[in-house]
């Protein structure tokens, strides 16, 4: 049985496990590199964020996720 998300250290857990497999995926882990190094925190600081906002109700995210992806593209 899987736990639910009932704070942010289990976001952060989420989004560190899933960045871990994205990034040993030799197909998508690539698309990733531009932000490894300095600005890796940055991102998964943003990702809390923006799941800690959408799962729990909170207004800690500001911005539009889907302009940056297009931006990447």
Same mark, same amino acid.
């Given at each position: 049985m899987q736990k639910l998300l009932e704070n942010r250290q289990d976001i952060e857990l989420l989004v560190n496990t899933f960045y871990q497999k994205v990034l040993a995926d030799e197909r998508i882990g690539y698309?990733?590199?531009h932000i490894q190094g300095s600005h890796? @925190?940055?991102h998964l600081e943003k990702m809390y964020r923006f799941?800690?906002?959408n799962i729990f109700d909170l207004d800690s995210y500001q911005g539009n996720p889907m302009? @940056?992806?297009i931006r990447v593209c």
């Open positions: 698309m990733f590199s890796w @925190q940055k799941w800690e906002s302009l @940056q992806h």
